[in-house]
């Protein structure tokens, strides 16, 4: 049905296809630029990390509810410790960065938004049948919002906790730990890859 | 404050460059992985390799300080965790910086996304000890390790060969690699039949 749909109106579907799949850089000029960006970093701060601050967010609410959360300890290097295990690791980090967000790595990541939105705006947004989900989710999940927004709240759910778990994500392991050339950055490729292919191919089998 | 100052500059053009490869566009992402649209992954390749080269030039020509590289340890949990994220990214087309900055995008499944990514995170952080204490954090590999002998650190290595060199080759390799990659490897025989 849906090739013969495609044959009846190939301008159509070709088109909408092409329109959802426009990036507005080619993969050189874009590989080229976000080759610098990551160089720029390392050269005049710190590699990119982005998965640590979801956990120095949930820390700040969760400090908000409830405030004995986070504490002042002398004891910690930081000078803050927690109730929370993780919070209270490596003398207190996380703990510190809770109480104090304003620091590099949480206005980075406020940066990236801002910075996302920005660009964005400027190529003119994303078009409305986008903004509930993507073109090759419509095409094989079908156009029910609940149901991509369920997936993607799980998704986002094992994304991070896996990130924790790795210490890093896409940016931290894969960009910044393979640039540098970190073992670590290749064993998480190596099982990101490895999960993420077979997985696609298994569940978008269908393209417009 | 000047690192606040950085934080905005560098964050900002992070995110910028996010959106305009279209890594905040999840059809790439999901496309990247299924195989039939490589246009991200060469983006990627490329650009790890050309942070490879300035990074590894800038160490040899004193550019770059030693001090400024943070390599993370090598741990089983980094590829059991590379694998749940792997899962996600692909059901989601979101891993978790381009999901922020696709949220931005004003991608409604992005937002929700991100909901999602600060309850996992909020999971990990409840259930730490538990993953330390069935050993999942014991290093591997040497830990903090890097391929090679990097000059003005003291990370373990792989190989005791010049760091330097093994960054320049290697920044070398992806790039080529992103340069021979078709631009996709699934279906395309398909494609072109129906579209005939």
Redesign the interface.
Known sequence: MKRSRSVASPGLSEQKGHHAMRAPLSWKAGGLMLGIVFFAAVLLVKPIGVSTQFVIFDGILWDAVSPSVVTESADAKSGYTSMNVYLAKSGGKYAKSVENPLNYSFVFVLALIGGAAISARLRGGVEKAERAMPAVWRDNFGDAPWKRYLAAFLAGFVVLYGARLAGGCTSGHMMSGMMQTAVSGFVFAAGAFAAGIPTALLLFRKES | MS??L?????????????????A?????I??M?????L??M???????????L??FG?LLSG??DPG????????L??????????????????????????????????M???????????????T??D??ASG?LDKI??G?????N?AGTSYPV?MDIP?EL??LV??AA?IAI?WFLPDRI??AKN?TV??E
């Open positions: 690192s606040i950085l934080a905005i500059v560098i964050g900002g053009a992070f995110g910028f460059t996010l959106d305009r490869v279209g905040t566009n999840p059809n790439f999901i496309r992985l299924n195989l039939t649209n246009h991200l060469r983006t990627i390749l490329l650009a790890i390799g050309v942070a490879a300035l990074t800038g550019l770059v400024h590289l943070s390599v993370k340890d090598a741990y949990g980094v590829f059991v965790g590379g694998v749940l994220l792997g899962l996600g990214f692909a059901v989601a087309g979101y891993c978790p910086g381009t999901g922020l900055a696709a949220a931005a995008s004003g991608r409604f499944d992005a929700v996304f991100v909901l999602g990514g600060l309850a996992g995170a909020f999971g990990y952080m409840v730490y000890a993953v330390k999942m590999l040497g903090k390790a890097t391929l090679g990097i792989l760091g093994v960054g290697l920044g992806f992103a699934v279906g494609r129906a579209a």
